[in-house]
T-cell receptor, first 115, second 114 residues
Framework: QQPVQSPQAVILREGEDAVINCSSSKALYSVHWYRQKHGEAPVFLMILLKGGEQKGHEKISASFNEKKQQSSLYLTASQLSYSGTYFCGTEIQTDRGSTLGRLYFGRGTQLTVWP | NAGVTQTPKFQVLKTGQSMTLQCAQDMNHNSMYWYRQDPGMGLRLIYYSASEGTTDKGEVPNGYNVSRLNKREFSLRLESAAPSQTSVYFC?????????????FGPGTRLTVL
């Protein structure tokens, strides 16, 4: 049930771009993205819903391919503040088309941005 | 608005001891969650409560019990702690009306079992 994230780690210079991928073997109701800085709690970034609706961060974009059960998070012109571990959380769709009301989180992608 | 609060922040236990982790939220959310986070494993759901009066098992419920005391509070109990339960524990809450909305996380409890 746990989604697979790739890559496991990314190292960037300020201003460079990065893409983080998340894939699931289950039909998805939504995909959620969170960022966690060292020693802190995860913080919400955005939600991507079936049908294309997005809710969340203005400066970070993401896509959700419902047919492939895949999502990608796009970090453009990265800043030092983008450093942290990024987690995707998947909300699985039941056979009845509803949701269980819980997320399965991936193992995370560690992003380091250097000046 | 305090958001989600957790107590204690740190705890060291000996094998076999018991303890309760407390969590409270003041956002009037109906859903609450307990996760554990281990290095390289991401966040794994222990138990959750979709609404007051209901609780469900997550991915790793063995060795834990929960109580949804009221809409605000959701506690996690370790009856007989084991070294494998050494972890960082996060409580979270969310609005749940049909689909899930963002989860708000507490600051975490760092538990060491010797």
């Amino acid at each position: 049930q746990q989604p697979v994230q790739s890559p496991q780690a990314v190292i960037l210079r300020e201003g460079e771009d990065a893409v983080i991928n998340c894939s699931s073997s289950k039909a998805l109701y939504s995909v959620h993205w969170y960022r966690q800085k060292h020693g802190e709690a995860p913080v919400f970034l955005m939600i991507l819903l079936k049908g294309g609706e997005q809710k969340g961060h203005e400066k970070i974009s993401a896509s959700f391919n419902e047919k492939k059960q895949q999502s990608s998070l796009y970090l453009t012109a990265s800043q030092l503040s983008y450093s942290g571990t990024y987690f995707c959380g998947t909300e699985i769709q039941t056979d009845r088309g509803s949701t269980l009301g819980r997320l399965y989180f991936g193992r995370g992608t560690q992003l380091t941005v250097w000046p | 608005n305090a958001g989600v609060t957790q107590t204690p922040k740190f705890q060291v236990l000996k094998t076999g001891q018991s303890m309760t982790l407390q969590c409270a939220q003041d956002m009037n959310h109906n859903s609450m969650y307990w996760y554990r986070q281990d290095p390289g494993m991401g966040l794994r759901l222990i138990y959750y409560s979709a609404s007051e009066g209901t609780t469900d098992k997550g991915e790793v419920p063995n060795g834990y019990n929960v109580s949804r005391l009221n809409k605000r509070e959701f506690s996690l109990r370790l009856e007989s702690a084991a070294p494998s339960q050494t972890s960082v524990y996060f409580c979270a809450s969310s609005v749940l009306e049909g689909e899930m909305d963002e989860q708000f996380f507490g600051p975490g409890t760092r538990l060491t079992v010797l």
